[in-house]
């Protein structure tokens, strides 16, 4: 139900305290103005604590007089059907005097045609007042008020932008205030004397000082793309087709909101990276869940914590959460000793991840098997669930062309990438990496540059993970292929025979 659709709703049922939670007071006030106008046929009046009522009331205002403002509602506006706004109201509801004339107020309100509005950005804490008020929140604007407001910022400005760069643009505005995208707007002309990338950028800048203000979440702004992670071409593929399922044309379409993935698999095969890449390459905010910082000691801490990044998240949707090695917040040794905190917890994360609707794409990482939740991987969690395994010879040559391209983007040619992925059976992606940063530490310390040979010198020195915890490793894979998962790679056929 819509916000219009909400107030229309509890104004025809009487309900004579409405108090709507929002920081755009002049949104608020212009959504309100609209609907009495051509819905309601209701008169407006607005009190504010410096200016009074707006249109006067009996000749007066009654400036800075909350309590005398409250008092006169009973004796004017008797008959006349009216909406009666009161801003700058949150901090005198404590005030006895204050919450015993709006106890005063109910019956009488109840006969006559007005409704008492309260605007904030904070919900009421005087416990005794909180039953006899209804709460709506005014949502930040929705994609089409945003498309309606650069399109009139683009006309007065006669700019002309790109299908493409215009809609990228409005969903970088998505979680900011109508107020805070005019600014954005205004200071990326100012700089650039047009719009273009950099101005997606900017919002992104503003959306992260608004995480940095909290304590769970971090905003990461990551540099790697897909095509820097070597292999995974089923993930890639996957992800390549759902690129533009946040548009407002997919959802037209009729496409349900995403969910997420849920990654599965060996350290070092790329998970977090893959995160950090999905993020780079839609143009949309990472936001990366410390799920340590979840768990408070004071009673219902945790419980809020969860609550308000949701809270958090949505707001700024749509973006990509990153809930990195999620099971070792949520295993079953964790469950006790807690007095269930941990499980209320999980069941708030669950129940949102299986019914949310604002477009936060959430990608999730795990490591081992047996600490997987069952509620976790259970169908509507995920859209889907992919297991990332050791890369097959194929894919441990594209991942030393990518990290030699890298670290030698005139000479990797020179290396022999065939002989290198011959050589590291059980390697992970990670360890690849370091493969080549030894090999050219060693050569540095020599005055020289590295080889071929230096890498395989290194290959012969280590002993990758997937040896050391070969049983649990060869667990997971057997999990993987049972049908039960998604493969991030096509091709595990060389994988097979050599791990």
């Not at 309601?40 to 000749?59: A, E, Q």
Request: some cysteine.
């Amino acid at each position: 139900m819509s916000f219009e659709e909400e107030i229309v709703l509890f104004i025809k049922s009487k309900a004579p305290f409405i108090y709507v939670i929002s920081t755009e007071e002049e949104r608020v006030e212009y959504a309100l103005r609209k609907l009495m106008t051509f819905k309601l046929k209701r008169v407006v009046y607005i009190w504010d604590f410096v200016n009074g009522f707006n249109p006067k009331v009996s000749n007066e205002t009654y400036k800075r007089n909350p309590f005398e403002a409250l008092s006169k509602v009973r004796n004017i506006f008797l008959q006349i059907p009216s909406l009666i706004i009161f801003k700058d109201f949150y901090s005198f509801f404590p005030d006895l005097s204050i919450s015993r004339e709006l106890k005063s107020l109910l019956p009488i309100l109840h006969k006559q045609p007005k409704t008492l509005v309260f605007i904030n950005n904070q919900k009421i804490s005087t416990s005794e007042l909180q039953d006899k008020f209804v709460f709506i929140e005014f949502g930040l604007p929705s994609f089409s008020e945003i498309e309606k407001e650069l399109n009139r910022l683009c006309n007065t400005l006669g700019i002309s932008l790109k299908s493409e760069l215009f809609n990228l643009i409005i969903n970088s505005c998505k979680g900011l205030s109508l107020e805070k995208i005019r600014y954005l707007i205004a200071k990326s002309i100012a700089a650039k004397k047009k719009l273009d990338l950099s101005t997606v950028n900017l919002i992104i800048q503003e959306k992260k000082q608004i995480i940095s203000r909290t304590e769970i979440l971090e905003f990461w702004q990551p540099n790697e793309n897909l095509d820097d992670i070597g292999g995974l071409d089923g993930l890639k593929s996957w992800l390549s087709k759902r690129k533009l399922h946040f548009s407002e044309v997919a959802k037209n379409y009729g496409l349900p909101v995403p969910r997420g993935i849920l990654l599965v698999g060996v350290q070092g095969t790329g998970k977090s990276m893959t995160a950090k890449a999905i993020a780079n390459d839609w143009f949309l905010p990472l936001l990366r869940l410390d799920t340590g910082r979840l768990f408070g000691g004071v009673v219902g801490e945790s419980e809020r914590r969860i609550r308000e990044m949701i809270e958090i998240s949505e707001s700024l949707s749509p973006c990509i959460l990153w809930i990195d090695e999620i099971e070792k917040s949520f295993t079953p040794t964790t469950q006790t000793g807690d007095s269930g905190t941990t499980n209320r917890v999980l069941s708030t994360l669950l129940t949102w991840l299986a019914e949310k609707q604002a477009f936060v794409f959430v990608v999730a990482t795990a490591n081992a098997l047996e600490n997987i939740q069952l509620e976790l991987i259970r169908k509507g969690r995920f859209d889907e669930i992919f297991f990332l395994d050791l890369p097959n010879k194929n894919e441990r040559k594209s991942i030393f062309e990518v990290q030699l391209k890298m670290f030698r983007p005139e000479s990797w040619e020179l290396y022999n990438i065939n002989e290198l992925s011959k050589l590291t059976p059980f390697f992970s992606g990670a360890e690849i990496k370091q493969l080549i940063i030894e090999a050219m530490y060693q050569a540095f310390s020599e005055g020289r540059e590295f080889k071929t040979q230096d890498i395989i010198n290194e290959i012969d020195n280590s002993i990758p993970l997937a040896k050391l915890q070969q049983e649990s490793i060869q667990k997971l894979q057997a999990w993987a292929r049972s049908g039960k998962i998604r493969l991030g790679s096509i091709d595990t056929s060389s994988t097979n025979k050599e791990n």
